[in-house]
Nanobody
Framework: QVQLAESGGGLVQAGGSLRLSCTAS?????????????MGWFRQASGTEREFVGT???????YYADSVKGRFTISRDNAKMTVYLQMNTLESEDTAVYYC?????????????????WGQGTQVTVSS
């Protein structure tokens, strides 16, 4: 089985920063290491659909939504089986539940349908 556990969410003032972490565990990652997966971040604000934030490929390439480009950075530490989302210059519009996800088959997937595994999410609230 697979587990993705997000952490690092919380309340922050506009203009501030947060770093989210997503740690992977489970037998699936033992047999096929997390280093082989694209890891994505998505977010879902209340009453809206889940939207793409960014993704990192197995070889470290990244791709971001226009709304976060230049403010958010994704990185990965495969030895720790952890992916990070560094969020700077946060805006009230960034308030949402943030989810990480894993995709075994693609380099830079951007659609929720492309991801195989999901975490439970962590709340980020930005006060203005």
């Amino acid at each position: 089985q697979v587990q993705l556990a997000e952490s690092g969410g919380g309340l922050v003032q506009a203009g501030g920063s947060l770093r989210l972490s997503c740690t992977a565990s489970g037998r699936t990652f033992t047999n096929y290491p997390m280093s082989n997966y694209a890891m994505g971040w998505f977010r879902q604000a209340s009453g809206t659909e889940r939207e793409f934030v960014g993704t990192i490929s197995p070889n470290g390439g990244t791709y971001y939504a226009d709304s976060v480009k230049g403010r958010f950075t994704i990185s990965r530490d495969n030895a720790k089986m952890t992916v990070y989302l560094q969020m700077n210059t946060l805006e009230s519009e960034d308030t949402a539940v943030y989810y990480c996800a894993a995709d075994r088959w693609r380099a830079l997937p951007t659609s929720t349908r492309e991801y195989d595994y999901w975490g439970q999410g962590t709340q980020v609230t930005v006060s203005s």
